[in-house]
């Protein structure tokens, strides 16, 4: 032809120059075509040795044309499109360079990768056609045949070498890795090819063809390996898995110690670290989470709404099959695995552990109330999570951390924690409903009797009512109950009941109803008349002649208790029912079942280390005693001072005492306790009338010493004061009223009894035991400290032994000497 051979594409320049009629059969003829195309086809598109651009449009319209050959032959006349435009792509194709600039010579057939493509098409002619997994007999001698092409396609030994290892991989692949004999050959191969990188004269294209036969080998490798559990179950026998993982291991070794220290370029694979070691661990790590979402999708496709009424099931299901999953692994894969991890068991472990958890999470994170399903979610995900943490455990035994690091990357479930803490949003939960009756108590409570059987209030009741319900409810949760939560609870009630009592001890304080001590003043001389029937008067002790004081006939007395102070005792009644059903409520704490499989009993975080028989609510009884107190100083107060002031404080010994003696106002009085007896509730009634008691012996005191200008005592009107006290001191300890007992009752009335006793003492000696003891708490020498004694200040707390108390007898003494000392020492003026 009469050019440089450089300058030819033969195979276009045999479809140009070869006819149809030169073959003696039509197909032949198109298979010869075909031959040719597939021939440009290697060397301009599928391994060309300068890099094609895939939207070349040259490129695009030779794929087309190589289509359409498939069908029918294409027309090579002098004349045919399609071979005109079959010339102009190929030539174009040929001659072109990698920097456009203009090149003397065409591409299509320039060695590498070529080459090799063809070299490797010949050696799959090693295979049996009938047989593609057997090799043939006569290997070697083909093997030897084919090392008459080295020179021609610039093949050696050394490229020989990954070439067969390529191609038996290869077979292997394509064969669907049904002859593991194939995998075993291709090990043997790479061990060669090992010691060849190691040895070789660094030849460019030699790590190329080495870098692109193992970077695919390895991909798919990565690509079986790091989703083993799938690939496995299609037919394939895991104990290829043997063959296969240090198949890969070598390759990837070999890639990374000896290609990349060749400095040849390589494709980069999924994982960075090559070392045999971190491969496993990838591949256990993906193949596991890729199986748990395949178990999610396959049958949990609705985890993650909430809303789903069997959400619950679904996630203890999921914990079932992560169990089974689990075992599978540790059983099927493990033990091939741990020949290159030490602790596959404990990774695999781990990272079910943790795909469990991520879901797990996101499945509390739209729980907010403790129901049973989460509930048992809760107690599942626990025994899986002590079973997983166990499986590491055992597996890290002979690591030198013993496994910590791979525990450390394990996220806990704190599934103590969480059931902790619903249960604590639960109690509050109900506890806020016990809060707003409190609330609507302190609007709306009239402190009324719920009913005649019920003299207690109705948001006792409701109160109440909360507490047992949240109790009986607490115990059917299905999960072990420990001490501790039950204590949680019963802090929870404590409060709730504290709240309740502060509300009904919230009426007022009793001094709020003791009126105000008049100012101290001197009594007024009475005419010698007056003196002379006094004189007479204790011949008539006893005797009750005033009118007012009545008498039996037309005289009804009644109570003069009040519907304030009344309320009060409701008070008093609601707070001894709060009592009676604490009793109930920690019996029901003590006694309810408990059960003790659940792993967060042994709570350390808030444990109290208290036994099962401590009691309950010690502090809120304590609380609600002091409130029982209070509420009975109130009410007693209320009705002496405001309810029976009229006849008590303001009617008793005004003007004279014979006038106006005791009889009539103990009359009320003993009308006062039978109602309050009527009204409050049996155990309330010792403190409610002891300290009815105590507030009428502080009242009569304040009649002797502090009654004001209405009230003038003498000496003998001792012994009639002394009687009255007598008989008020009996309606609190006589068999038919009496309610508190009378050793109680001799305790209190002796303070009164020796200020009673003062009143019987001579002027002079009250003087003189005034001076004695005003001088002793002021420091003062004993002579002639009259008229330097100070005036006592009134502390309230009356004493025979307080000046101020001696100094109030010596006022309310209407006598010729008391005047003459309290206007000598104290100038103090005559009352009006």
Not at 199 to 216: C, G, H, N, P, W
Not at 247 to 257: F, G, M, R
Not at 444 to 458: D, F, L, R
Not at 764 to 777: G, N, R, V, Y
Request: aromatic letters at 8%; glycine letters at 4%.
């Amino acid at each position: 032809m009469g050019r440089r051979a450089e300058t030819i594409i033969l195979p276009l320049e045999l479809l140009r120059h070869l006819k149809p009629s030169e073959f003696n059969d039509p197909h032949d003829y198109h298979l010869w075509q075909r031959r040719q195309l597939k021939i440009l086809e290697a060397g301009l598109l599928l391994y060309p040795s300068i890099q094609l651009d895939k939207s070349n449009s040259n490129a695009v319209q030779l794929r087309d044309i190589i289509l359409e050959s498939e069908i029918k032959p294409i027309d090579t006349s002098k004349n045919s499109e399609t071979m005109r435009a079959l010339c102009n792509c190929v030539v174009s194709l040929s001659w072109r360079s990698s920097n456009g600039s203009s090149v003397d010579s065409c591409h299509w057939a320039d060695g590498f990768p070529l080459n090799i493509h063809l070299y490797l098409s010949l050696m799959h002619s090693i295979f049996d056609i009938k047989e593609e997994t057997l090799v043939l007999d006569d290997i070697d001698e083909m093997l030897e045949l084919m090392k008459k092409t080295w020179s021609t396609l610039g093949i050696n030994k050394l490229t020989h070498n990954v070439c067969l290892a390529w191609t038996l991989f290869h077979q292997y692949v394509a064969t669907s890795q049904k002859e593991p004999d194939l995998l075993c050959a291709t090990m043997a191969m790479l061990a060669e090819v090992a010691n060849d990188a190691k040895r070789a004269d660094r030849e460019v294209i030699y790590f190329k063809v080495l870098s692109k036969a193992l970077t695919s080998m390895l991909r798919w490798s990565d690509k079986i390996l790091v989703d083993y559990h799938e690939s496995y179950r299609k037919n394939v026998s895991i104990s290829s898995m043997e063959n296969l993982l240090p198949l890969a291991l070598s390759v990837a070794k070999i890639l990374d110690e000896d290609i990349s220290n060749a400095g040849v370029l390589q494709e980069r694979v999924d994982t960075e670290d090559n070392s045999p070691g971190n491969k496993v661990d990838y591949y256990i790590r993906s193949s596991l989470r890729n199986e748990f979402e395949k178990i999610i999708e396959n049958g949990a496709q609705k985890l993650s709404d909430e809303v789903e009424e069997n959400a619950g099931e679904t996630f203890i299901w999921l914990a079932n099959e992560t169990d089974k999953l689990t075992m599978k692994e540790k059983e099927n894969f493990s033990p091939i695995l741990k020949r290159w991890h030490p602790i596959a068991v404990g990774v695999a472990a781990m990272t079910l552990h943790n795909c469990y958890g991520t879901v797990l999470k996101q499945y509390l994170a739209g729980v907010s109330t403790l129901m049973n399903d989460v509930i048992k979610v809760l107690e599942r995900a626990g025994k899986l999570e002590n079973l997983l943490v166990q499986m590491v455990v055992e597996d890290s035994v002979d690591c030198e951390d013993g496994g910590k690091a791979v525990v450390r990357e394990m996220v806990p479930y704190e599934v103590d924690s969480i059931i902790l803490n619903l249960l604590r949003s639960w109690i509050n939960e109900k506890m806020s409903k016990g809060e707003e009756y409190l609330d609507k108590a302190k609007e709306t409570e009239t402190w009324n009797p719920k009913s005649k059987t019920k003299p207690y209030a109705q948001s006792a009741v409701d109160v109440v009512k909360v507490a047992k319900e949240t109790v009986d409810d607490f115990f059917e949760i299905p999960i072990g109950i420990s001490n501790d939560l039950i204590h949680d609870l019963a802090d929870s009630l404590e409060h709730l009941f504290e709240e309740y009592t502060s509300l009904v001890a919230s009426c007022g304080s009793k001094q709020s109803y003791v009126p105000t001590l008049p100012p101290l003043t001197r009594c007024n001389r009475d005419s010698r008349f007056i003196k002379l029937w006094k004189k007479a008067a204790p011949c008539k002790v006893g005797a009750d002649l005033s009118p007012r004081a009545g008498s039996s006939n037309g005289f009804h007395p009644r109570s003069s208790t009040s519907r304030g102070t009344q309320r009060l005792y409701i008070r008093l009644n609601t707070l001894h029912y709060i009592l009676s059903e604490l009793h109930s409520i920690e019996k029901m704490l003590s006694l309810s079942p408990r059960q003790t499989s659940a792993s967060f009993l042994n709570d350390s975080s808030n444990c109290r280390h208290l036994a099962s028989s401590t009691p309950y609510f010690e502090h809120v009884r304590s609380f609600i005693q002091s409130a029982c107190q209070q509420v009975s100083e109130v009410a007693a107060y209320r009705l002496i001072y405001l309810d029976s002031n009229s006849f008590f404080y303001d009617g008793l010994y005004v003007g004279d005492v014979i006038d106006a003696r005791i009889r009539s106002p103990l009359r009320i009085l003993k009308q006062n306790l039978t109602l309050l007896a009527a009204i409050v509730t049996d155990k309330a009634q010792p403190v409610a009338v002891r300290e009815v008691m105590k507030a009428t012996f502080e009242a009569f005191l304040m009649v002797l010493l502090a009654g004001g200008n209405s009230r003038i005592f003498l000496k003998s009107d001792h012994e009639m004061i002394a009687e009255d006290f007598e008989n008020l001191k009996r309606v609190f300890c006589s068999s038919r009223e009496g309610l508190v007992a009378e050793d109680i009752v001799e305790k209190e009335s002796k303070m009164v009894e020796g200020i009673v006793g003062l009143m019987g003492q001579t002027t002079e000696q009250l003087i003189e035991d005034f001076s004695i003891i005003s001088c002793k708490a002021t420091g003062l020498g004993a002579a002639n400290v009259a008229q330097k004694v100070p005036m006592p200040p009134t502390t309230g707390r009356w004493s025979i032994t307080d000046p101020n108390t001696i100094l109030r007898v010596l006022c309310h003494r209407n006598d010729s000497a008391a005047n003459r000392f309290l206007k000598v020492t104290f100038q103090l003026p005559k009352r009006r």
